[in-house]
């Protein structure tokens, strides 16, 4: 299904940044000076397969298009879907890789029917995230990720949940008024304490900067440009980082593998299938690393999305609160959040704009094909969901802030089952989506009762896209406690 749009997309809108390159601002001027057209094919189609070449663009000698990801995040790989189409390729870091763009192409890689697509993560992330589920394929994914799931249960989700409401309410209670409040650091320090008591049962407070460093450390490395371990590089506060994560959850495990409580940590510890097999401790480490990075990391991302979304739209903003006092004092229950519809409308449309992980990595374990192009074996594949989230051809208006268009009336979302798809999809969908979910609604719903916020009609979010994207001066809001009515 193709959307048909509502009228001309305003390019001055305040989406802009995700869709058009600047031309006017001198750094991004050189850059694009500095970047050179170098056409050029992956590799010549067997005789008679009746395949295409991909073709693309090298860019800068090693670093291919990586500066312009770096400076210009989606608006980078938009601008080459719309030169080279679905599927093209580049070099960058030395590494040739194939770009695989919009919802078509993203079915057959996440379809993976003929078992040609393995995960490709390991060059980004292994040294730092060593078989985390992300990293993990085929049938032994399957088995790990078949544990795992007793830790995601809807009965394990309820017994968070308290726990969750309870941390939020008293963080959020904590936060001054009629000033402005940095909400990407502040929220990060809450999930990350949320993340900690939840997931592991356990009081970071003295340990949280510590830990929060080593995670940080971990997930700029991956697109580190000197891969080895030179003083003062990116790669080697990754390493440092992992040997402090490493550190904190040995310790923690003898406790873990005794107790029989309801946190994330000892649930793992636990878990077995019908014949008996259970995880290695360091199958628990290693899952457990990776779990908190991504579940702290994401929900930080999509709860300060949210924030300046709601902050820049007060009409939003009045709705949600105004569903959120629907149900006076009571207390917040999973069913009752759950059937909170604008609220659900507004997270849909920022993880729409800011997805959280942008895309997907792949690596071909044999040759294939992509739409007719011909991929051959040991290639990297860049999956850019992001990008499907912002192509016109599926999205009515797509700069436009618009939560109504996942309503049931719309649907938009429908248009293609992978024009939306924040939590990636296929066998490596989001185990956590559902926690993810709770999370970021119980952090609104907090912040909605308890005050109201403004920014600037001027201010743009600076995103950063040298890791997941986050805001590099905070994503400040400006608070004011709202005044409850008698």
């Known amino acids: 299904m193709v959307i048909a749009q509502h009228g001309p997309v305003d390019l001055g809108s305040e989406n802009r940044q995700f869709f058009e390159i600047p031309r006017n601002r001198p750094l991004d001027i050189a850059l694009a000076a500095m970047t050179p057209e170098r056409a050029a094919i992956l590799a010549k189609p067997p005789r008679g397969s009746g395949l295409q070449p991909v ?50 192409a993203t079915q057959v890689v996440v379809n993976n029917k003929d078992k040609a697509f393995g995960q490709g993560w390991d060059y980004y992330i292994g040294p730092f995230f060593p078989r985390g589920l992300l990293l993990l394929q085929f049938e032994e994914h399957m088995f790990h990720r078949r544990l795992m799931q007793h830790a995601f249960t809807r009965d394990r989700l309820a017994a968070y949940f308290h726990d969750l409401t309870r941390l939020v309410d008293d963080a959020v209670g904590q936060w001054e008024p009629n000033r402005q409040l940095p909400s990407y650091p502040t929220i990060k320090a809450m999930t990350l304490d949320i993340a900690a008591e939840i997931f592991m049962d356990a009081d970071v407070g003295p340990e949280r900067d510590r830990l929060n460093d080593a995670f940080i450390a971990c997930t700029h490395a991956a697109l580190a440009v000197v891969r080895h371990p030179v003083p003062g590089g990116n790669w080697r506060r990754g390493l440092q980082g992992r040997k402090v994560l490493e550190e904190y959850f040995y310790r923690m495990l003898p406790t873990k593998r005794a107790s029989r409580e309801d946190d994330m940590f000892s649930a793992l510890c636990h878990a077995q299938t019908e014949d008996g097999r259970r995880f290695s401790d360091a199958d628990v480490v290693n899952h457990m690393i990776f779990l908190v990075m991504a579940a702290h990391d994401t929900s930080t991302t999509t709860a300060t999305t949210a924030a300046y979304y709601l902050g820049k739209h007060p009409e939003w903003q009045e709705r949600a609160r105004a569903e959120a006092l629907a149900r006076g004092d009571a207390p917040l229950d999973m069913v009752g959040l759950e059937g909170m519809p604008t609220l659900e409308l507004v997270i849909k449309e920022c993880l729409r704009l800011v997805a959280p992980v ?11 094909e992509i739409l007719g192009r011909y991929v051959p074996a040991g290639v990297m594949v860049s999956v850019d969901h992001w ?3 912002l192509l016109p051809e599926y999205w009515s208006d797509p700069q436009r802030f618009d939560p109504d268009r996942f309503s049931e009336k719309r649907r938009e979302d429908k248009s293609h089952r992978y024009a939306w798809m924040p939590f990636g999809a296929g066998a490596h969908k989001c185990i956590g989506m559902h926690f993810g979910m709770l999370e970021v609604k119980t952090i609104l719903d907090a912040m909605l009762r308890n005050f109201e916020w403004t920014v600037p009609s001027d201010y743009r979010i600076p995103w950063s896209f040298s890791s997941m994207p986050f805001p590099r001066d905070g994503a400040p809001i400006t608070l004011q406690r709202r005044i409850k009515l008698a």
């Open 358 to 368: 942008p895309g997907l990595v792949r690596k071909t374990v044999k040759d294939t």
């Open 55 to 104: 073709v693309g663009d090298l860019g800068m000698p090693f670093i291919g298009h990586g500066l312009g990801w770096l400076r210009w995040g989606p608006a980078q790989q938009l601008d080459l879907y719309r030169k080279y189409g679905p599927v093209s390729w580049e070099k960058p870091l030395g590494n040739k890789t194939v770009l695989v763009t919009g919802p078509d």
């Open 387 to 389: 990008v499907n989230h």
